[in-house]
């Protein structure tokens, strides 16, 4: 054989190994690139609480809550047929709204520190079933989870705190305190919080009350005053204010001065409010 057929087959063998080398490094190269994308996923599941990163008495991510949703409750004066299904349809579209891992929170306007103490759900909202991965996930078992331990539960607390009796006071500073404390003291102050407010926003207790023609300024001077501590310091409110016509002389712009100072000297991010009338 002449030497350069010797060379050209030297070139041959060598261009055959190259290649067979390329495609074994860019088959490595492509299976780390899967597997990272699966670890990816599984990342990106663990942190939306699907699997066993939930608690499962809770529904919260192991690492806790990712954020905070409270609603208070005042049917110290009953709600209209109306009001309440208004109320119920504006409380599932916020639900439906929220991040997977806020903590839902139930609390009740009362002049019973008992009850006011005595928050219901306190779920997190899980994963859907349509937010589930068919790589790793059974999204039938995973809706029916978000269903029937979350929005079965939510509608039932709802339900039953909407049939509470009606009561001769309505002590909402001293409420709002009772739910806060219990919605929001575990959160890092960065986790976003909201609360809301569904109540005709008629303050009466011996703190303070509009029925005794008291406005802000009685307030401020008032030894109850010093009480405020900032205690929704970046907290976004949003006020559901329910109209009494037997109290429209009461419910003026006045009333609506005193909680936008209330809500400004304890910190609030923001506030919004909407009416839920009857008509």
């Given at each position: 054989?002449?030497?350069?057929?010797?060379?050209?087959?030297?070139?041959?063998?060598?261009?055959?190994?190259?290649?067979?080398?390329?495609?074994?490094?860019?088959?490595?190269?492509?299976?780390?690139?899967?597997?990272?994308?699966?670890?990816?996923?599984?990342?990106?599941?663990?942190?939306?609480?699907?699997?066993?990163?939930?608690?499962?008495?809770?529904?919260?991510?192991?690492?806790?809550?990712?954020?905070?949703?409270?609603?208070?409750?005042?049917?110290?004066?009953?709600?209209?047929?109306?009001?309440?299904?208004?109320?119920?349809?504006?409380?599932?579209?916020?639900?439906?709204?929220?991040?997977?891992?806020?903590?839902?929170?139930?609390?009740?306007?009362?002049?019973?520190?008992?009850?006011?103490?005595?928050?219901?759900?306190?779920?997190?909202?899980?994963?859907?079933?349509?937010?589930?991965?068919?790589?790793?996930?059974?999204?039938?078992?995973?809706?029916?989870?978000?269903?029937?331990?979350?929005?079965?539960?939510?509608?039932?607390?709802?339900?039953?705190?909407?049939?509470?009796?009606?009561?001769?006071?309505?002590?909402?500073?001293?409420?709002?305190?009772?739910?806060?404390?219990?919605?929001?003291?575990?959160?890092?102050?960065?986790?976003?919080?909201?609360?809301?407010?569904?109540?005709?926003?008629?303050?009466?207790?011996?703190?303070?009350?509009?029925?005794?023609?008291?406005?802000?300024?009685?307030?401020?001077?008032?030894?109850?005053?010093?009480?405020?501590?900032?205690?929704?310091?970046?907290?976004?409110?949003?006020?559901?204010?329910?109209?009494?016509?037997?109290?429209?002389?009461?419910?003026d712009a006045a009333m609506l001065g005193f909680w936008r100072e209330y809500f400004e000297h304890q910190g609030a991010h923001a506030v919004h409010r909407v009416v839920i009338g009857d008509l």
């Open positions: 054989m002449s030497r350069h057929k010797r060379n050209r087959s030297r070139v041959r063998r060598l261009t055959k190994r190259n290649s067979d080398s390329a495609r074994k490094i860019w088959g490595v190269i492509l299976a780390a690139l899967a597997a990272a994308g699966l670890l990816a996923l599984v990342i990106a599941n663990v942190r939306l609480g699907g699997g066993d990163a939930i608690d499962m008495a809770t529904l919260c991510p192991r690492a806790g809550p990712t954020g905070a949703f409270a609603v208070l409750l005042d049917v110290t004066d009953p709600l209209t047929p109306q009001q309440q299904h208004r109320l119920d349809q504006l409380l599932r579209q916020e639900v439906q709204a929220l991040p997977v891992g806020t903590r839902v929170t139930f609390g009740l306007v009362s002049p019973d520190a008992s009850i006011r103490s005595d928050t219901r759900l306190k779920l997190c909202k899980p994963l859907q079933g349509s937010q589930a991965s068919s790589l790793y996930q059974n999204p039938a078992l995973v809706e029916a989870r978000y269903r029937e331990g979350f929005v079965d539960p939510l509608h039932n607390a709802l339900t039953d705190l909407l049939a509470a009796p009606a009561a001769d006071s309505s002590p909402i500073m001293e409420s709002i305190q009772a739910l806060i404390i219990d919605a929001f003291a575990d959160l890092r102050p960065t986790q976003p919080k909201r609360l809301v407010i569904a109540s005709d926003l008629l303050q009466h207790s011996d703190v303070f009350s509009f029925y005794r023609g008291q406005r802000w300024g009685d307030f401020a001077q008032s030894a109850d005053y010093g009480r405020l501590a900032r205690n929704l310091d970046g907290v976004d409110v949003t006020l559901l204010q329910l109209p009494r016509p037997a109290s429209a002389g009461r419910q």
